[in-house]
T-cell receptor, first 111, second 111 residues
Framework: GENVEQHPSTLSVQEGDSAVIKCTYSDSASNYFPWYKQELGKRPQLIIDIRSNVGEKKDQRIAVTLNKTAKHFSLHITETQPEDSAVYFCAASINDYKLSFGAGTTVTVRA | DTAVSQTPKYLVTQMGNDKSIKCEQNLGHDTMYWYKQDSKKFLKIMFSYNNKELIINETVPNRFSPKSPDKAHLNLHINSLELGDSAVYFC??????????FGEGSRLTVL
C-alpha cells in the first residue's frame, strides 16, 4: 500500500517567517495530495489539495508544490501567524477513497 | 448545523467491555469512514463505506464491527475492549472520495 513520510515532526518558527513541510510517497500511481490542519483538540480540516496534473497551487498564504518524478510534495506557509500553530498532515491516495496520512508536523509560531 | 456529528464525545470504560460510537452526516455524501488517531496523533483509516457497502477494511481486529444502516449513518461497535484501543476515533464523510469532512471525534479511554 501507499506509504507517506512527513518531515519534520516538529517545527518552530518566528511569527512572520515561512514554514515548509515536506512529504514523500511511495506509490507512483497516487494522484491526489491533500493537506489537513488540526488545531489542538479539534478535528482535522482540509486547507489545500493538489492533483497530479498540477505542479503548484496557491491559496493566499499557503501553497503546495508537487514533484511527481521525485514523488514528493511540500506545504509552504508564508508570513506565519499565531493561528497557524497546529498539527499539519499530508496525505496521498490513488483512488481518492483511501487516504494514507503522514505522521503529522506540529507547527508552533512564536510571537 | 453540524455536518458530521458523532456521539458520544467521550467514553471511559473498563477492559473487556463493549462500546459503540454513532456517526451521522447531513451533507448528502456517498462515502463514510472511520479513522483512528492514536496518542502520537497518527491518523489511520479503519473502514470506509460507499452507499452502505464496505469498500475499505484495513487490518483491524474483528472486535471492531462497523455498520451502515443507510448512507447518512456509520456506526462502530467495539467488543472486548483492550488498553490499546484507547484513542480518538474520527468519523468522516466525502463525496466521490474528495475532501474529507471529519466529525469532532470520540475519545475512548480504556482502563
Amino acid at each position: 500500500g501507499e506509504n507517506v513520510e512527513q518531515h519534520p515532526s516538529t517545527l518552530s518558527v518566528q511569527e512572520g517567517d515561512s514554514a515548509v513541510i515536506k512529504c514523500t510517497y511511495s506509490d507512483s500511481a497516487s494522484n491526489y495530495f491533500p493537506w489537513y490542519k488540526q488545531e489542538l483538540g479539534k478535528r482535522p480540516q482540509l486547507i489545500i489539495d493538489i492533483r497530479s496534473n498540477v505542479g503548484e497551487k496557491k491559496d493566499q498564504r499557503i501553497a503546495v508544490t508537487l514533484n511527481k518524478t521525485a514523488k514528493h510534495f511540500s506545504l509552504h506557509i508564508t508570513e506565519t501567524q499565531p493561528e497557524d500553530s497546529a498539527v499539519y498532515f499530508c496525505a496521498a491516495s490513488i483512488n481518492d477513497y483511501k487516504l494514507s496520512f503522514g505522521a503529522g508536523t506540529t507547527v508552533t509560531v512564536r510571537a | 448545523d453540524t455536518a458530521v456529528s458523532q456521539t458520544p464525545k467521550y467514553l471511559v470504560t473498563q477492559m473487556g467491555n463493549d462500546k459503540s460510537i454513532k456517526c451521522e452526516q447531513n451533507l448528502g455524501h456517498d462515502t463514510m469512514y472511520w479513522y483512528k488517531q492514536d496518542s502520537k496523533k497518527f491518523l489511520k483509516i479503519m473502514f470506509s463505506y460507499n452507499n452502505k457497502e464496505l469498500i475499505i477494511n484495513e487490518t483491524v481486529p474483528n472486535r471492531f464491527s462497523p455498520k451502515s444502516p443507510d448512507k447518512a449513518h456509520l456506526n462502530l461497535h467495539i467488543n472486548s475492549l483492550e488498553l490499546g484501543d484507547s484513542a480518538v476515533y474520527f468519523c468522516a464523510s466525502s463525496q466521490f472520495g474528495g475532501e474529507l469532512f471529519f466529525g469532532e471525534g470520540s475519545r475512548l479511554t480504556v482502563l
